[in-house]
């Protein structure tokens, strides 16, 4: 069983929100869709639904053209961020409302209502009105009636982004888990990257209506073909500064190098770009051989635990993600460290050319 999207694209008044796209997903899988808003994960979504018709390509389900097929007519279900549920029927019966639908008989109805209602925590609230519950219940309500649908094709768009942080992190864990045992093919769209590590199997970068990568998640993190890919998988996005390949040195600017070895050795003189993930740099020495930087500090933002720090390092804005609560002075330079190995190189055309080196051990 696959979803095959083939050559599928979408123009809104003129306007492109997907660029010609190829994707097969596999059964049973997750696959995430990573990006950030207006980057054209509900668009795709709407087009492998059937809610949208695509103005080229072809969507293929289980070998068959579905293209022109209507949305009632596939077995799919949808889960938005918005959650929609019906305000006159009781949770019980939202649940049940797609299985009265497919004529399935009422015991099966009631221990598929009462089962997906346990592992949502709704059991206490089967009787109530949707508007009776807070926001992250009726969520919860949402998830429940696709999850009895038993359907093929499960989308599930930002779903968990109205709920609070335990249930969101619990749930995380749970809807993989969830829907392995049905074989369905599970579609998530986040702008998160976290969250994309966090649920695994397969991951498509989106960019501005394009898929810059689809794999493994854990390879698309790592090893991301692009700069664009690793913008869109780092949070918050990777920074990026120019360098220059002489010999047997790579050229930082300040007066900083680092010996070419491995990947890097192979790299033909000239310039190049290097990225790296904000929780890379580092305040102190921790490495040897670790490259010092001399910034200013705008702004500084606490969560508790890290400190975030915008620099400016000769016009190029950074952030770096800082273990532990720093009492830091804004406008003063700031010297970060960068410890070469966890630095990727691109060329100038933006395509990936040496992986970081941590990551190829990872």
Known sequence: MTLDLRGVSKIVDGVTHIHPTDLTLENGTMNVLLGPTLSGKTSLMRLMAGLDAPNTGKV????????????????????????????????????????????????????????????????????????????????????????????????????????????????????????EASGAIFVYATTEPEEALLLGGNTAALWEGRVTQFDLTPRVYRQPVDATTARVFSDPPMNFLPISKTGNRIMFGEGQSAQATGKLAELADGRYTAGFRPNHLEIGKHAADAMEFKSTLNVTELTGSETFVHLDHHGERWVGLIHGVHDLTLGAELAVWLDPRHVYIFGEDGKLVAPAAYALAA
């Open 60 to 179: 293929f389900w289980q070998g068959e053209d579905v293209t022109g097929m209507r949305v009632q007519d596939r077995k799919v279900a949808m889960v938005y961020q918005q959650f929609i549920n019906y305000p006159s029927m009781t949770v019980y019966e939202n649940i049940a409302s797609p299985m009265k639908l497919m004529g399935i008989d009422k015991a099966e109805i009631d221990r598929r209502v009462r089962e997906s209602a346990e592992l949502m925590k709704l059991s206490p609230m089967l009787d109530r009105k949707p508007l009776e519950l807070s926001g992250g219940q009726q969520q919860r309500c949402a998830l429940a009636r696709a999850l009895v649908k038993n359907a093929g094709l499960v989308l599930l768009d930002e779903p968990l982004a109205n709920l609070d942080y335990k249930l969101r992190e619990e749930l995380r864990v749970e809807i993989p888990k969830i829907f």
